[in-house]
């Protein structure tokens, strides 16, 4: 059946990249009789910070009249969040892909401290290929497409964007409770082997409101928008008018 978003979708990314990690979902969204009318994406990879990165998101609300879906990916969907809870007016849904939109555990913020220490004496070697694995469901372990998109993304935006982001997303709140407060319906969505933003924390939050709503999708780990593009195309189909 074919199903045109008509309201406009705004795109954010997660750390360390950039539009690519949603061109191949743009295409499934615009295949089999299907169409995204209106997107725009957000460069969150250009900011220095935190206040930059939500100047640079209501910019992009601001290309468009109407209300508009968000659609954040990782640290994106944090940020997507906190831009929906600052222009509600704004917003006709909020898609949370591989993010919680909870603070972080302070073993996070431990890894975080150690790799912007890292970052800092340039002793940052770029993405390994355990890490890479570690945002995969094990069954893509072995998709090079996948992860030299993941490898070829991260090079090119290097170590300074990684620490800019790493920075401006560290003091992270719990949005939850807002979150569920909103006339907006949020959505999470996580792969069944996602290491980060996992099926239990998303279980735990879907279940505080009846207002946030979750999907898991098989086959995906973190990387959810590459791992399981169609599928995630058909879920976004279903739900953003």
Not at 176 to 204: C, H, M, P, R
């Amino acid at each position: 059946m074919s199903h045109s978003i008509k309201t406009p979708v705004v795109f954010l990314p997660g750390t360390l990249c950039d539009e690519r990690i949603f061109i191949p979902l743009w295409h499934a969204l615009n295949a089999n009789g299907n169409s995204l009318e209106n997107k725009a994406f957000v460069p969150l990879q250009w900011a220095d910070d935190l206040e930059q990165m939500l100047a640079l998101s209501e910019d992009r609300l601001a290309y468009f009249p109407s209300k508009v879906h968000l659609v954040g990916f990782s640290m994106g969907g944090y940020i997507a969040a906190l831009v929906a809870l600052a222009n509600p007016q704004k917003v006709a849904s909020l898609t949370l892909l591989s993010s919680t939109g909870t603070a972080l555990a302070s073993q996070d913020l431990a890894q975080r401290k150690l790799l912007l220490g890292a970052i800092k004496n340039k002793q940052y070697k770029g993405m390994t290929q355990s890490y890479i694995e570690f945002m995969l469901h094990t069954k893509n372990h072995g998709n090079g497409v996948i992860t030299e998109l993941i490898k070829e993304m991260a090079d090119d935006l290097g170590p300074s964007v990684l620490a800019a982001q790493t920075n401006a997303t560290g003091n992270r709140q719990n949005l939850i409770n807002k979150l569920s407060k909103q006339t907006f319906t949020t959505y999470f969505v996580v792969g069944e082997q996602d290491n980060i933003a996992t099926v239990t924390q998303i279980n735990d939050i879907a279940a505080s409101a009846a207002s946030l709503h979750k999907e898991v999708i098989v086959g995906a780990g973190h990387m959810l928008p590459l791992e399981q593009t169609d599928v995630l195309a058909n879920y976004l189909h279903s739900t953003l008018p």
